[in-house]
């Protein structure tokens, strides 16, 4: 973890001592390492409090002493995790963990694959206001309907990083935010098949991609059992095998993390939290790498 760039991007909005005394606020740190344990372990507010007092190894990860310190609660938690949101410091993690990659010689130029995944919403109306969240939306995927949003993530084609994510509803079609996931340096890009078409829109126009989207299922199905058919068949194999990468931070973030339905309600909140989770899973993916570096 590249912990002073983070703590650097957090200090200028973090509460300092008070001159008319009173209790002064944990360092930033430790804050912040309680607030990654929480996306690592999928815990709630109230869940991360109580895994501090039960958890030795969670105490002195974020260097905390039972006996002679304080322990976060569940308010104090909370309350650093909206001073993340308010100031869009989700989405400054995800990038300075980027320029960490990068300085370790792991630079994500040449392609780029593009996908998305839905995560999940409660629907259940038995809440205070009495309602689904409003800024979740449903959408159909082959015969099952789901409630919530989506993840669209831009990986480098090579490494298997994520270098670009963007959170929406469910109801918005994948080709809408395709455009805010090119890094505008690759030669091509690789997409599924719910892509068809993205190369003629206006904005993927010009940028000198090649486009390698993938064949609809019931068209490969019917390809015709001949040289140039079997030679169309080992090509979108060949597109699928590199394809498959995208489906590994995905995998980190919706089984590794825990993350496969949204906590929080409103898109605001959980942009926030999907960019600290791009960042971690970043991490995760080349930490073997990493720690040779070190």
């Known amino acids: 973890?590249?912990?002073?760039?983070?703590?650097?991007?957090?200090?200028?909005?973090?509460?300092?001592?008070?001159?008319?005394?009173?209790?002064?606020p944990y360092p930033i740190e430790t804050m912040l390492r309680i607030h990654l344990m929480q996306q690592w372990y999928d815990l709630s507010d109230p869940a991360m409090e109580d895994a501090l007092i039960e958890v030795?190894?969670?105490?002195?990860?974020?260097?905390?002493?039972?006996?002679?310190?304080?322990?976060?609660?569940?308010?104090?938690?909370?309350?650093?995790r909206h001073l993340l949101e308010e100031n869009d410091l989700g989405a400054q993690i995800f990038e300075a963990v980027k320029a960490h990659l990068k300085a370790n010689g792991m630079a994500m130029k040449q392609g780029t694959i593009i996908d998305a995944t839905i995560i999940t919403a409660p629907s259940s109306t038995k809440n205070e206001k009495g309602e689904r969240d409003p800024e979740m939306h449903q959408t159909k995927k082959g015969n099952q309907w789901y409630f919530g949003m989506k993840v669209h993530i831009g990986v480098d084609s090579e490494t298997g990083l994520i270098h670009s994510v963007e959170t929406t509803?469910?109801?918005?079609?994948?080709?809408?935010p395709a455009p805010e996931l090119l890094h505008g340096e690759e030669t091509v890009l690789y997409t599924d098949a719910g892509y068809q078409g993205i190369e003629k829109r206006p904005k993927m126009q010009g940028r000198g991609i090649g486009f390698r989207v993938a064949m609809r299922p019931g068209k490969r199905r019917a390809l015709p059992d001949?040289?140039?058919?079997?030679?169309?068949?080992?090509i979108e194999t060949a597109k699928a095998h590199i394809r498959a990468?995208?489906?590994?931070?995905?995998?980190?973030?919706k089984r590794q993390f825990g993350f496969q339905k949204t906590r929080l309600r409103g898109m605001f909140k959980n942009r926030?939290?999907?960019?600290?989770?791009?960042?971690?899973?970043n991490l995760f993916m080349v930490r073997h790498e990493l720690l040779c570096k070190t």
Not at 226 to 234: A, K, N, Q, S, V
């Open 226 to 234: 001949t040289p140039e058919g079997r030679l169309e068949d080992l």
């Open 169 to 176: 509803a469910a109801n918005v079609h994948d080709l809408t």
């Open 56 to 80: 030795a190894t969670m105490r002195r990860f974020a260097g905390i002493a039972l006996i002679t310190d304080r322990i976060p609660d569940e308010t104090t938690i909370l309350s650093f």
């Open 272 to 281: 926030c939290k999907v960019n600290v989770l791009a960042a971690l899973s």
């Open 1 to 24: 973890m590249p912990w002073k760039a983070l703590i650097d991007l957090i200090e200028p909005h973090y509460p300092q001592i008070s001159s008319k005394g009173g209790r002064p």
């Open 245 to 253: 990468k995208v489906e590994h931070p995905f995998r980190v973030i």
